[in-house]
T-cell receptor, first 111, second 114 residues
């Protein structure tokens, strides 16, 4: 069964304290792994797509990496404005354009 | 930039009312999706559409229907609203190309059914 699990559910950091969010998955055929950021009361905002193991992408203080079993979202020297819920999602072959979403990690960065 | 708009940010309806949620995208995307998002349950797919006048059920279609008369517009209909349909509703669209399944989301509609 295709599934995705994110950990931890919640993460509290001090400003400048680097850390990583995890997205573990089991899938029949991975078409792509997606990371989104969601602020309270708003729709998810697209961050990255990763297609194959070993791939990495960066945007400001965020870097996403992918292996055959999991993806990490590394946050370097976070700022309070990085506080949000981060969602990962799987695109799967033979599922058309549908995505399977994880439950998300709620990140809080304190000044 | 991709833009997905939803007709209302907040909506309050009464039990039994017929409710229409509208979604419009301006990027000529083939695919459109409706989700609901509830605490502890994450994002759940209600319906999706790969083309005009075409629709497919997602994971939780009961109590909902959809309409896609034009490529840019995808409507979610609650035929007879119930309190358990109080939720955040999110619309998304994607290009539909072979490798690019990136879904772009609208701002959401917070629906309360009293």
């Amino acid at each position: 069964e295709d599934q995705v699990t994110q950990s931890p559910e919640a993460l509290r950091l001090q400003e400048g304290e680097s850390s990583s969010l995890n997205c573990s998955y089991t899938v029949s055929g991975l078409r792509g792994l997606f990371w989104y950021r969601q602020d309270p009361g708003k729709g998810p905002e697209f961050l990255f797509t990763l297609y194959s193991a070993g791939e990495e992408k960066e945007k400001e203080r965020l870097k996403a990496t992918l292996t055959k079993k999991e993806s990490f979202l590394h946050i370097t020297a976070p700022k309070p404005e990085d506080s949000a819920t981060y969602l990962c999602a799987l695109g799967i072959y033979n599922q058309g354009g549908k995505l399977i979403f994880g439950q998300g990690t709620e990140l809080s960065v304190k000044p | 930039d991709v833009k997905v708009t939803q007709s209302s940010r907040y909506l309050v309806k009464r039990t039994g009312e017929k409710v229409f949620l509208e979604c419009v995208q301006d990027m000529d995307h083939e695919n459109m999706f409706w989700y609901r998002q509830d605490p502890g349950l994450g994002l759940r797919l209600i319906y999706f559409s790969y083309d005009v006048k075409m629709k497919e059920k997602g994971d939780i279609p009961e109590g909902y229907s959809v309409s896609r008369e034009k490529k840019e517009r995808f409507s979610l209909i609650l035929e007879s609203a119930s309190t358990n349909q109080t939720s955040m509703y999110l619309c998304a669209s994607s290009a539909g190309a072979t490798l690019t399944d990136t879904q772009y989301f609208g701002p959401g509609t917070r629906l309360t059914v009293l």
